[in-house]
Structure formats: C-alpha cells, structure tokens
C-alpha cells in the first residue's frame, strides 16, 4: 500500500514535470511503460524522474538564453532589409521589362521626378559655378554642372528601394528631354545635335561610375572625378577641386537628411550654396508640405 502511495506520488511529480517539458509525446510513453512496471521498484522512478529533471533544467536554460536573446536584439534598433521584398509574379513581369506595383501610383512619380529634375536645373546658381570654377559658358558646362546635380539626387533616390529606382529612370528621361530642347533653342544643327547628345550620354554614364567611385572613397578619388568629368582634365588650380569636393561632400549630406516619403511625393530638393558663410550651417531642413495627391 505505501509503495503504490509511493509510486502515485511520483507518478504525480513527474506529471509535472511532463507539464514543464517540450516533449510530451515521448514522456508520456515512457511514464506509461513505467507505471505499468511500478513494481520494479522505486528506484527506477527516481532514475526515470531525475532524467526528467536534468531534461527540465537544460529546456529551462534553453528558454532563458533565448529569452535573453530576444530582449538582447530588442533593445536594438530593427535591422532594415537590404532588398525590397517582392513577389514572384512582380519578379517576372520586371525580367521582361515591365515595371511591377510601386509604393505610390507612377503618376505621382512622374510628377516628383519632373520637380526634382526642375530644382536641379532652376535652383543651381550656374553663374557662380562659371566664375569660381572658371568654366566656360555654354551648353557643355550647363550639362556637366546639371549632371552633378542630377547624379546626387539619383544617389539618395536609390536609397528608397524600387519606387526610387524608377523615379531615377524617369530624371534621366527628363534630362536628355531638357538637352534637346535647348540645343534646338540654342539653334544648333541636328546632326551636330545628334552627334553632341551622343556624347553627352557617354560621358554621363561615365560620369555616375567614376562619382559612385569618389563618393565611397576619400577625397583624392572623388577629387579626380571631378577633374575628369567636370573640368574635363583642365583644371590647373587645386582650389576649384578642393571647394567642388566640399561642395558635393555637404550636399550629399544635406540630401540624406531628407525623408524619403517627402522626396517620392513631392520631388522638392534644396540645395546648399556653393561657398558657405559659415561651414557649420548645415541642418536638418523643414519637411515639405504637400496634399492628399502629393502634389
């Protein structure tokens, strides 16, 4: 009688102990074949038992180290995917060419990427840039200053996953739109037109690998990208280089500051001033305003 008390008492705690463990399906077999074989004695059940409460222990330490490690990573800031994620059938009309869902209608896009192209060209003092930097006047120099503009937006756009990168294709798209229309203002003959836009897309594409290069790297290497792409190898003075290093420095800083959602809606861009008053102006900017629309 006090050996089957014994042997329910046991069979009680380590009824418990099965409650706490992560393995029912096994320990319940394996109390089960023990209950039936109580008379063996108790000595099994204490090993049985004691087996049970290593078990529970290393599962206790287990849930104890991961629930430091969750509290561990929250006290983090969340980690950022490197890529957007998106679908299968988004994946496969975008390898035949096709552009798959964005974040916001293409509309709107095309509406900021049209303002943004406009703040690049209407907000750059080019005046100054001829006269500190002593470039010539023309339509050259025009291009090579607004694609130095135009490449540091496509830097930040780029940040903001697929909607940004199809915002960049359609900049670029009003650039060489823009181009053209000022030659045949400019009265140049298409077929010299022609052959100068070639040009021009050559060395733009060129233009984006080599600041791509200079703007990871340090100021040597981005200082001869400027000296191949915006002097096109004539600059004799290293003051222009230093002061056009500075300027895309703090620029690219300037745009970072700004919110990605306020830059795909709206396309507003502000630019800081070639030569500044004073070097440590440079602060967060005020979020632009905009409607229901984006606009």
């Not at 940004?164 to 900049?171: E, N, P, T, V």
């Not at 795909?264 to 005020?286: C, D, Q, Y």
């Amino acid at each position: 009688m006090s050996c089957q008390t014994g042997v329910t008492q046991w069979i009680a705690g380590c009824s418990g102990l099965l409650q706490t463990a992560a393995v029912p399906g096994r320990c319940q077999r394996m109390l089960c074949s023990t209950f039936q074989r109580h008379k063996a004695g108790p000595f099994q059940l204490s090993k049985f038992c004691g087996g049970l409460i290593q078990a529970n222990g290393a599962i206790t330490q287990q849930n104890r180290f991961f629930y430091n490690m969750n509290k561990h990573l929250s006290a983090k800031d969340s980690l950022q995917p490197s890529e957007e994620k998106v679908g299968a059938f988004t994946r496969i009309i975008e390898a035949m060419g096709f552009t798959g869902p964005l974040k916001y209608s293409r509309w709107k896009i095309k509406v900021a990427a049209l303002r943004m192209y406009t703040c690049c060209v209407e907000k750059t003092d080019y005046e100054e840039f001829f006269n500190r930097c002593q470039l010539p006047d023309t339509l050259n120099s025009w291009f090579l200053v607004a694609q130095l503009h135009v490449w540091m937006c496509l830097v930040r756009l780029k940040q903001e996953g697929r909607t940004g990168k199809y915002m960049c294709r359609y900049i670029v798209h009003c650039m060489w739109e823009d181009v053209e229309q000022r030659g045949k203002v400019m009265g140049i003959n298409s077929a010299v037109l022609k052959e100068d836009l070639k040009r021009m897309v050559e060395n733009f594409y060129a233009a984006l690998f080599g600041y791509d290069e200079g703007i990871l790297c340090d100021d040597r290497v981005l200082a001869a990208a400027l000296w191949r792409n915006l002097f096109n190898r004539n600059c004799d003075d290293p003051r222009h280089l230093e002061l056009l290093v500075e300027y895309v420095r703090k620029q690219v800083q300037h745009l970072d500051a700004l919110s990605g959602e306020d830059l795909l809606l709206t396309g507003e861009v502000s630019w800081r001033p070639l030569v500044e008053s004073n070097a440590r102006s440079i602060l967060k900017p005020l979020s632009p305003i905009y409607n229901d629309e984006g606009l």
